[in-house]
């Protein structure tokens, strides 16, 4: 029950503009149980350990929203939903975690979220071994730009689940200052992939 910002049955709440680092066995963020139409975005989460991520949302039926995050040097998961449905996860940048995006359902209990109807889209995931781990493919995932993935991460084996059929695998030179907040890249312009506004 601890996190650098913890929130509980939000309604019509935005999360933004926050820079949260060094948490240690707790998240960054959580949004627990129950929300509607929350969104959490344009915030800065770095040097985090713990089991449910860095960002955590938990346990909602109802559409929110985590967009345009910067989440970086996680020990756990970037971006983590257990027990949602109807959440939309776009335009986030996710490097070096253990697991870029991740959505389960908890099977010791009977949630409000069965892992289902949500979305991933225009996200890019960096340096993370497990890019993309869903515990149902009963979501849409895709136009996600991935890097520096772990050997055992194959993106074509993924693809055989209905997932990510337009992402794409490249090679990403990425540094980013902690301290200045100053974010560069380096990747071939044919590499990155032309998306659509999602509305």
Excluded at 97 to 121: A, F, P, S, T, Y
Aim: a negative charge; aromatic letters at 6%; proline letters at 2%.
């Amino acid at each position: 029950e601890t996190a650098g910002i913890k929130i509980l049955s939000t309604l019509d709440t935005l999360v933004q503009c926050n820079h949260i680092h060094h948490c240690y066995a707790g998240p960054a963020i959580w949004i627990d149980f129950k929300n509607r139409n929350t969104r959490v975005c344009r915030n800065l989460a770095h040097d985090i350990s713990s089991y449910h991520g860095a960002v955590f949302l938990e346990a909602s039926d109802e559409p929110n929203m985590i967009d345009h995050n910067v989440v970086m040097f996680t020990h756990g998961s970037g971006l983590y939903q257990h027990d949602c449905d109807l959440v939309a996860i776009a335009h986030n940048l996710v490097v070096d975690c253990d697991v870029g995006i991740q959505m389960l359902k908890n099977k010791e209990r009977d949630r409000v979220g069965i892992c289902k109807n949500n979305r991933v889209i225009n996200n890019v995931v960096v340096d993370c071994a497990v890019p993309l781990d869903y515990y149902d493919v009963e979501n849409v995932s895709d136009h996600n730009l991935i890097a520096g993935t772990g050997d055992g991460y194959d993106l074509a084996e993924w693809q055989k689940k209905g997932l990510d059929a337009h992402s794409r695998v490249v090679s990403l030179d990425l540094e980013f200052d902690p301290e200045t907040q100053i974010l560069s890249w380096l990747s071939a312009a044919d590499e990155i992939l032309q998306v659509e506004r999602d509305e």
